[in-house]
């Protein structure tokens, strides 16, 4: 059974994980948004958003959290991530991860939180 410092340190890492989590999403959306600007403001926006992103990583990594994006990878089965779209393809297709919808969370003792992703055939 826990005592009330675990559960109190659980219930932070739980909160900070959460942050971190919705932090990602926003930095995705801010990217896109970057994106459709002219060269020179997405340059200035692009550069602030990437001073954002490594106070986070900072912050985290002190704590012992990580982020881990695998965007672009072969998918597997026993990859820390749930497939929203697993059921549009057949056994035998070779997949890659599309798109991560939300990223995979690490800690000291291994995975803190499973991250979501989508995938696309690989076509050979």
Same mark, same amino acid.
């Given at each position: +059974? &826990?005592?009330?410092? $675990?559960?109190?340190?659980?219930?932070? $890492?739980?909160?900070?994980?959460? #942050?971190?989590?919705?932090?990602?999403?926003?930095?995705? #959306?801010?990217?896109?948004?970057?994106?459709?600007?002219?060269?020179? $403001?997405?340059? /200035?926006?692009?550069? /602030? #958003?990437?001073?954002?992103?490594?106070? *986070?990583?900072?912050?985290?990594? &002190?704590?012992?959290?990580? *982020?881990?994006?695998? $965007?672009?990878?072969?998918?597997?089965?026993? &990859?820390?991530?749930?497939?929203?779209?697993?059921?549009?393809?057949?056994?035998?297709?070779?997949?890659?991860?599309?798109? +991560?919808?939300?990223? *995979? *969370? +690490?800690?000291?003792?291994?995975?803190?939180?499973?991250?979501?992703? +989508?995938?696309? /055939?690989?076509?050979?």
């Amino acid at each position: +059974m &826990m005592n009330e410092k $675990e559960r109190l340190d659980e219930q932070l $890492e739980q909160s900070l994980t959460n #942050l971190v989590v919705e932090s990602w999403r926003f930095m995705g #959306l801010f990217l896109s948004v970057v994106d459709k600007l002219d060269a020179g $403001e997405a340059d /200035r926006y692009a550069s /602030r #958003l990437r001073f954002f992103q490594k106070k *986070i990583e900072e912050n985290i990594n &002190m704590v012992g959290l990580k *982020i881990v994006d695998v $965007e672009g990878q072969p998918y597997d089965a026993g &990859m820390a991530a749930s497939p929203l779209n697993i059921d549009e393809f057949s056994p035998d297709d070779a997949l890659l991860v599309d798109h +991560m919808v939300e990223p *995979i *969370i +690490m800690g000291p003792e291994g995975l803190r939180r499973q991250g979501t992703v +989508m995938l696309r /055939r690989v076509h050979l």
